[in-house]
């Protein structure tokens, strides 16, 4: 079809360009020349996309489609089931985790998962967008790989609302005396107090200061650059393991190859 003809298409469609600055989540081969993008778009949210021409030579998006790359981006968006048509894509920044260690790829693979696996089609969150941002700025550049991705995931799940509970008894709502040690119930998602622990189907016995660092680190003054105490980074992650895996009902793919530490500024 050439262009005078698609344009032609495309009105009879009554396709309606958004524009948006974009993040990359995922490409698929389509066609020999055609991918299907899926895009965390800043504007309309996850975006699934047709990007004709994507995969030859010369085409129209000269890397803007690759993995995790920030672009702008021109979306037709079809009024029915099928895919959008991705039309732009102009590259803003590449993701160059991979010229520094395999850790800050997998560590950038991680979060391209979690946003497939946490957003919606079109449903909208510019602060998740933001944050994303943020956090592949500290993946891609210096930044401590392991804290990073832990304040992503606390700050995504509250921004989604999706936040573990932190403060009182996720069953009954009573407070929650503070000991050395306190119970994380999987099934109502938080801790529990000593009365409500015996009816919860899963809980885990988690130390005090973990749950002080999880509400340290989704609260909405957390900031990046940050740093998880290295004496409490393997209890955190389990804990956060185990509850992204209940709130998205499966194991993230990337989750075994997240960051086994945290790192010191000598040993980067
Ligand atoms: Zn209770």
Known sequence: MDLAAFQTFQASLHLAAEQSTAIVLRTIEFSETSLIVTLLTREFGRVSAMAKGARRPKGPFEGALDLLAVCRVVV??????????????????????????LERVYGGYYIAEMLRLLTDDHDPHPNVYDLTIRTLQQIDGIGEVASSLTYFDAQILRMLGH?????????????VMGSSRIA??????????NQCRGRQRQTISVRGRVIDEIKRLQSTDAELPTKVPAELYVELRAILNRYIQTVVGSVPRMQPFLPSVTRTETNV
């Open 76 to 101: 037709l968006r079809k009024s029915s089931d099928s895919l959008d048509l991705l039309t732009e894509a102009k590259l803003h920044r590449r993701f160059r985790g991979g010229e520094r260690s």
């Open 163 to 175: 936040s573990p509970g932190t403060d009182r008894c996720t069953d009954c709502g009573s407070k």
């Open 184 to 193: 994380f119930s999987l099934s109502s998602g938080g801790i529990v107090c």
